[in-house]
């Protein structure tokens, strides 16, 4: 697959931190995973791409522009959802859609049009024509998102899209992440939930201050864990743990009225599934156990 | 993907194939958007109503200019002027006080609300940005300087004995007009942005362009009036008079105008007065530009 981001040797100071420290990157056009601590340099990056930010050395390319030098160019392929308040407060949704979709070049009706599109699309149809100073945190990063795409950029680049939402709130932010991949757009997407990117990233990227981690698709980062999280509800997790148990399988409670069990392969996890049938319980969740960050620093320290 | 929510899922996202422009539509955007925001488009009624009185308060000169030319025509009071078009241009002056409420409104939100690192990830630089707020400005002290201007020569012309004899005798005027506006226009604006820059708080952007304006007018004042002896009646010939901010773009009119410093002007009777009263307004409209494209070389 062709990539969307090429970097090379990218480096950022600020006086005492480095930002960035010779960074190498070819994030593949699809959906990407930016993960890293506050302070791992993903905010920094994103500045570099969108040319408002001069790195100190390295070059990076946006979907085939030397950044360097055609900012303009490159912006006009992205798309940048912030992960602060950004939207002017007294204008309605579709007039602020609308106006990024103009700052992206289109053309008046064409920005309207495509605009009032986009809202359906995020879910905000009906409150369109509301100020945003009335909106919840969930129909701001709607409408923040909404602006992102409205001039169909190549790339958006998200930055904590799921920040400050709900559990309700969340699950839709990230099924609107998900399906941006199925419109054409390659996705970035900042975070610092591991979670998030498992649930709608093909790829990882990972900085911890300021150097990449690792830069892998998320099904070889997944497959690591050797530890799944198994949910039928509390009141029946004590029978399966007792049945997995009773096959040979290391079991333990997460404590939060799921288990965690330890596969070797996916015969284990057939054997899970056999034994969940043969009990006739309600199967919530299998996932592999990826819940925190610190999982995978500390596994790759 | 699923195929069999696909119907659902796919509604209203369509990729965009149609024309596209570059950072010049970016600006023409911008500066659309900030033009229909200070004027009240799109906004709640209470935002339309300052602009709207101010532009029907300026007409209101040369609608009673126009109405005493026609009561008295055929009478020996026939070609009283109530107002020239020179000193209608000093009422515009008062639109100070309109930028003071706009440039504020159309600048500040945008680094408070933090909406510019929004706009520096379009196609447009800084200096797009400051064109783009500057000309809004602009244009609305123009339209709202000029358009009575137009009213006036019109209504003068309709009710003269002879429409093109009033044509012929007034041409002057059809450049010395739309140049003493567009300069007046030009200082407003971008001493309104330049300030306006600087703070997030509109409060303080508006209450600093009028206490800008007004405490050089009454330092100039105070000067002027100290080396004035006590029966002086006429306080002419004092170079203090520069200082002042607020009468430098009239003092540019006076140049379109008359080609000279006007008589009852301090600085009349000063050596060179009219090029130094340029040489203020250049560097003020300098000073102010090179603000504004330091506040927005980089967003944030």
Redesign the interface.
């Known amino acids: 697959m062709a990539s969307i981001v090429t970097a090379r040797g990218l480096t950022k100071r600020y006086p005492g931190v480095t930002a960035l420290d010779g960074v190498d990157l070819d994030l593949p056009s699809g959906r990407v995973g930016l993960v890293g601590a506050n302070g791992a340099g993903k905010t920094t990056l994103f500045r570099i791409l969108?040319g408002?930010?001069q790195p100190d050395a390295g070059t990076v390319e946006v979907c085939g522009v030397n950044v360097a030098e055609d900012p303009?160019?490159a912006?006009?392929q992205?798309g940048?959802m912030?992960e602060?308040?950004?939207?002017?407060?007294?204008?309605?949704a579709a007039?602020v859609v609308s106006?990024?979709g103009?700052?992206?070049?289109?053309?008046?009706r064409?920005?309207r049009q495509?605009a009032s599109?986009?809202l359906?699309?995020v879910g905000l149809d009906e409150a369109r024509f509301r100020p945003v100073a009335g909106f919840s945190t969930g129909m701001r990063q709607r409408t923040k998102l909404a602006?992102a795409i409205v001039?169909?950029p190549a790339l958006v680049l998200l930055d904590e899209p799921t920040a400050g939402l709900d559990p309700s709130g969340r699950e839709e932010m990230l099924a609107l992440v998900d399906?941006l991949g199925?419109?054409?757009i390659a996705v970035v997407l900042a975070t610092h939930l591991l979670d998030d990117v498992a649930r709608v990233c093909d790829h990882v990227v990972m900085l911890d201050a300021g150097t990449l981690v690792t830069d892998a698709p998320t099904e070889v980062l997944l497959h690591q864990t050797g530890r799944v999280t198994v949910d039928v509800g509390p009141l029946d997790a004590a029978r399966l743990h007792a049945a997995l148990a009773a096959r040979g399988l290391a079991v333990a409670d997460d404590g939060v009225g799921a288990l965690e069990v330890t596969v070797a392969g996916d015969g284990d996890l057939d054997t899970i599934r056999d034994v969940v049938a043969e009990l006739n319980l309600p199967l919530h969740k299998l996932t592999n156990r990826l819940t925190s960050l610190d999982d995978v620093f500390s596994r790759r320290a | 993907m699923s195929t069999t929510t696909g119907a659902v899922y796919d509604r209203g996202y369509r990729p965009y194939d149609g024309p596209r422009g570059g950072r010049r539509a970016a600006m023409v955007a911008l500066y659309r958007t900030s033009l229909r925001r200070a004027i009240g488009l799109r906004r709640p009624w209470r935002q339309k109503v300052a602009p709207a009185a101010l532009l029907a308060i300026a007409v209101v000169p040369a609608v009673v200019n126009v109405g005493i030319g026609y009561l008295t025509r055929g009478t020996p009071a026939e070609g009283f002027e109530f107002i020239t078009y020179r000193e209608y241009l000093g009422v515009s002056s008062a639109l100070l006080l309109f930028v003071a409420l706009v440039a504020p409104d159309i600048v500040c939100p945008d680094r408070r609300q933090r909406v510019l690192p929004l706009i520096f990830a379009r196609p447009l630089t800084g200096r797009d940005y400051g064109l783009a707020k500057v000309g809004a400005i602009f244009t609305c002290v123009f339209a709202f300087s000029f358009l009575p201007q137009v009213v006036l020569y019109v209504g003068q012309m309709l009710v003269s004995d002879g429409a093109l004899d009033y044509l012929s005798d007034h041409t002057a005027v059809l450049w010395q007009v739309p140049l003493a506006a567009a300069l007046l226009a030009l200082f407003y604006a971008v001493l309104g942005v330049a300030l306006a820059s600087l703070t997030g708080r509109r409060m303080v952007a508006g209450a600093s362009l009028l206490g800008i304006t007004l405490v050089s007018s009454a330092i100039s004042g105070i000067l002027i009036e100290a080396d004035a002896g006590p029966n002086e009646e006429i306080r002419t010939g004092h170079p203090a008079g520069l200082l002042n901010i607020l009468a430098t773009p009239l003092r540019l009119r006076d140049l379109v105008f008359l080609g000279r410093i006007e008589e009852t002007s301090p600085l009349s009777g000063v050596t060179g007065a009219g090029a130094m009263s340029i040489a203020v307004y250049v560097v003020v409209v300098g000073l102010c530009a090179a603000v504004i494209l330091s506040r927005y070389r980089t967003a944030e």
């Open positions: 969108l408002l930010s303009i160019g912006r006009n992205i940048y912030p602060h308040d950004c939207l002017p407060l007294d204008q309605t007039d106006t990024f103009e700052l992206g070049g289109l053309p008046v064409a920005a495509r599109e986009v359906d699309l602006q001039a169909d399906r199925s419109f054409g």
